[in-house]
């Protein structure tokens, strides 16, 4: 049976829920929230050195809501709220070992089609691990998605990039 407590129905679903987000407090106080729009995965391209924005990550393990496209790379948020993102890869300069123009790149996060954060790396011809994490506040319909050294991150021309095949992994979380 269900109690209305200021316009909430609280209801006894093998712990409390409120209406029907299907959020609840579960027998240990911890709140479980089953349709948390979340997403992870990595691109699966046998390509070495990567520039593409978005940035397609092809093969999901959660896409919870189904917020994530794999074939456009964006996510869309569902809701309003503060989205935790992250992504983390292998990169590669050019081949130089001196510091220059064509062995430097870039991983920006995009909202809505505007650089948001970036990252910069200087590899001197060889591979290195980089990664971004930030948190965005996002209206419902506002997308995410990552450019790896191509607009709208910073462009310097090189063809620096990222590896593609299982080397990658992106995700994003609706956190609060």
């Known amino acids: 049976m ?17 209406n029907t987000t299907q959020t609840k407090f579960d027998s240990s106080n911890r709140i479980f929230m089953p349709n ?6 990595s691109k699966t391209s046998s390509a070495t050195i990567l520039r593409q924005y978005p940035w397609v990550i092809n093969s999901t393990t959660v896409n919870v809501n189904t917020c994530w496209n794999t074939s456009t790379g964006v996510f869309t948020c569902p809701v309003s709220g503060l989205y935790y993102t992250a992504w983390g890869g292998i990169c590669r ?20 089609g505007v650089l948001q954060h970036f990252t910069y790396w200087n590899t001197n011809d060889h591979w290195d691990t980089q990664n971004l994490e930030t948190i965005l506040y996002c209206n419902s319909g506002d ?17 620096a990039g990222a590896y593609g095949d299982n080397h990658n992994m992106a995700t994003i979380w609706l956190i609060g």
Request: proline share 7%; hydrophobic share 35%; net charge positive.
């Open 2 to 18: 269900a109690i209305n407590i200021n316009g909430y129905s609280l209801t006894n679903d093998s712990g409390l829920k409120f």
């Open 36 to 41: 948390k729009p979340s997403f992870f995965g």
């Open 93 to 112: 300069g050019g081949a130089s070992n001196t510091p220059s123009s064509t062995n430097t790149g870039y991983i920006g996060v995009v909202k809505n």
């Open 143 to 159: 997308t995410i998605a990552w450019a790896v050294h191509i607009a709208p991150a910073p462009d310097n021309g090189s063809g």
